[in-house]
């Protein structure tokens, strides 16, 4: 990842809400990947989802388990992965479980982008 974008300067307007959660997918991508994989919910489903709502903020139930639960156990799994990836991006390595949602959507995003289908 060379230079980094700093949550300061995502903050401050000097870059966009994937360049900074896109720092955290590019480096859990097999991370993110698992979870999509498991989560029942396919590639087609997902970009229908976001052609509803671009923020991925209509995901409600993966496998009959609450998106967010699902999200949370997740993001307490790797959560020492993205404490050092925070840390070396931002010095500290507090994060919160909405740093693990922006980073599993970012990674939706980021793939429905690449194939054309983005926003």
Do not use: P
């Not at 995502?10 to 966009?16: A, C, E, F, P, Q």
């Amino acid at each position: 990842m060379g230079a980094y974008l700093t949550r300061k300067e995502y903050m401050d307007g000097k870059g966009s809400f994937n360049d900074y959660y896109g720092q955290f997918a590019d480096t859990m991508r097999r991370q993110c990947a698992e979870f999509w994989a498991s989560s029942g919910l396919t590639w087609d489903k997902l970009r229908a989802l976001r052609v509803a709502d671009k923020h991925l903020n209509n995901l409600g139930y993966i496998h009959g388990v609450r998106w967010l639960d699902a999200m949370d156990r997740w993001v307490k799994a790797h959560s020492s992965t993205i404490a050092r990836i925070r840390k070396s991006i931002d010095g500290t390595a507090m994060y919160s479980l909405s740093d693990g949602a922006c980073i599993l959507k970012t990674y939706v995003y980021k793939v429905l982008d690449d194939e054309g289908e983005g926003n």
